[in-house]
């Protein structure tokens, strides 16, 4: 079982629509919780990222943690076309130098 | 400001050979790393370097070397292509080795696709 999880998709959706992309994680220790978005042919760029529980906001942009669970999420609001990437989630804590685990990327489509 | 420079951009190599991904970034940064990606395996860590005169491996470095005797550089090194290591490669490099996204984020070049027949 891989230490992150997450659906490779494609998620499609219709521009204007809500969107929620998540990872599920089995490493308790993990503290660092990041989103990288990654266009077709370039590098990933870091979206979001949150430190332990709770919600971050940044524009259209959410990320949430719920640890107990051992889930993180990112939601879209009024998904552009310009969205359409592939959404890496990514994880480190303290005990492993801080090395990220990355989840395997959901790519998203939002179809105007 | 360039950022993370990567070279060649494609590369297509014969079982057997060798050849040198080049990596360069201009912002001073200590922390230096080479990650493949391939479909459905997210990425994953080769090697990865603190400082000029120190590396270290990550999750899948056989098959693989790195050096680093500038901050700027940090080549990777395929000693002899196999099949299996047809992959994107990326360099990444960050402000250091903590990975605190929020002091250090990681910045990425765009890659190498590399295919090895």
């Known amino acids: 079982q891989k230490e992150v999880e997450q659906d490779p998709g494609p998620l499609s959706v219709p521009e204007g629509a809500i969107v929620s992309l998540n990872c599920t994680y089995s490493?308790?220790?993990?503290?660092?919780f990041m989103w990288y978005r990654q266009y077709s042919r370039k590098g990933p760029e870091l979206l979001m990222y949150?430190?332990s529980s709770g919600n971050k906001e940044d524009g259209r942009f959410t990320a949430q943690v719920d640890k107990s669970s051992k889930y993180i999420s990112l939601f879209i609001r009024d998904s552009q076309p310009s969205d359409s990437a592939t959404y890496l989630c990514?994880?480190?804590?303290?005990?492993?130098?801080?090395?990220?685990?990355w989840g395997a990327g959901t790519k998203l489509i939002i179809k105007p | 400001n360039a950022g993370v420079t990567q070279t060649p951009k494609f590369q297509v190599l014969k079982t057997g050979q060798s050849m040198t991904l080049q990596c360069a970034q201009d912002?001073?940064?200590?922390?230096m790393s080479w990650y493949r990606q391939d479909p459905g395996m997210g990425l994953r860590l080769i090697h990865y370097?603190?400082?000029?005169?120190?590396?270290d491996q990550g999750e899948v470095p056989n098959g693989y070397n790195v050096s680093r005797s500038t901050t700027e550089d940090f080549p990777l090194r395929l000693l002899s292509a196999a099949p299996s290591q047809t992959s994107v490669y990326f360099c990444?490099?960050?402000?250091?080795?903590?990975?605190?996204?929020?002091?250090?984020?990681?910045?990425f070049g765009n890659g190498t696709r590399l295919t090895v027949t």
């Open positions: 912002m001073n940064h200590e922390y």
């Open positions: 990514a994880m480190s804590h303290m005990d492993s130098n801080y090395q990220l685990i």
């Open positions: 490493n308790s220790a993990f503290q660092y």
């Open positions: 949150t430190y």
């Open positions: 370097s603190v400082g000029a005169g120190i590396t």
């Open positions: 990444a490099s960050s402000y250091s080795s903590a990975l605190d996204a929020y002091n250090s984020p990681l910045h």
